[in-house]
T-cell receptor, first 113, second 115 residues
Framework: GDSVTQMEGPVTLSEEAFLTINCTYT??????LFWYVQYPGEGLQLLLK?????DKGSNKGFEATYRKETTSFHLEKGSVQVSDSAVYFCALSDQGGGNKLTFGTGTQLKVEL | GAVVSQHPSRVICKSGTSVKIECRSL??????MFWYRQFPKQSLMLMATSNEGSKATYEQGVEKDKFLINHASLTLSTLTVTSAHPEDSSFYIC???????????FGSGTQLSVL
């Protein structure tokens, strides 16, 4: 079946540091890939997505590129801020799966001054 | 923006009791809602898909008689954990599809602890 593997947290960075959160997936067909973010006390929010190979999703300075050859969708940001502290979830939706999502375990990011 | 309200955010109960979790779409109609569960250090796992006015569709391995789902209106779905046991302690989260634009929104989750 489908699965998503993402790096374990927590990840602690200083403000303005470079962020990478790794995500790899296993799926049949050609899934859509997503990164969701959950700020404390709030629901998961869609951060960015990519629907086909080599697509790059971007939002709020975060980027992730759909790499079919390595089945990866790593999340990156060049300079993190304290306000980026949250839990980040990588997810996929199988072709034809509608809004049914398969999630990774989530990675907690803490950014310090 | 669209908001999904999930209540309660945290509940502690005794073994054998039932717990109800509510998921409301506050400013849109949701024909479909999803219920997920997350055990510590594991992925969010889909438990069931709930369609308004019909029976929920449960994922393999999820006991439908234990996890009762009711989606009686376009803005409310409830998950009742019946006769809860310590192994049911988990983080439960709902999501809802906006019927107008098919966007997906999540609640903030419920941490259930069964003593």
């Amino acid at each position: 079946g489908d699965s998503v593997t993402q790096m374990e947290g927590p990840v602690t960075l200083s403000e303005e540091a470079f962020l990478t959160i790794n995500c790899t997936y296993t799926a049949t067909g050609y899934p859509s890939l997503f990164w969701y973010v959950q700020y404390p006390g709030e629901g998961l929010q869609l951060l960015l997505k990519a629907t086909k190979a080599d697509d790059k999703g971007s939002n709020k300075g975060f980027e992730a590129t759909y790499r079919k050859e390595t089945t990866s969708f790593h999340l990156e940001k060049g300079s993190v801020q304290v306000s980026d502290s949250a839990v980040y979830f990588c997810a996929l939706s199988d072709q034809g799966g509608g809004n049914k999502l398969t999630f990774g375990t989530g990675t907690q990011l803490k950014v310090e001054l | 923006g669209a908001v999904v309200s999930q209540h309660p955010s945290r509940v502690i109960c005794k073994s054998g009791t039932s717990v109800k979790i509510e998921c409301r779409s506050l400013d849109f109609q949701a024909t479909t809602m999803f219920w997920y569960r997350q055990f510590p250090k594991q992925s969010l796992m889909l438990m069931a898909t709930s369609n308004e006015g019909s029976k929920a569709t449960y994922e393999q391995g999820v006991e439908k008689d234990k996890f009762l789902i009711n989606h009686a209106s376009l803005t409310l779905s409830t998950l009742t954990v019946t006769s809860a046991h310590p192994e049911d302690s988990s983080f439960y989260i709902c999501s809802a599809i906006n019927a107008t634009n098919e966007k997906l929104f999540f609640g903030s989750g419920t941490q259930l602890s069964v003593l």
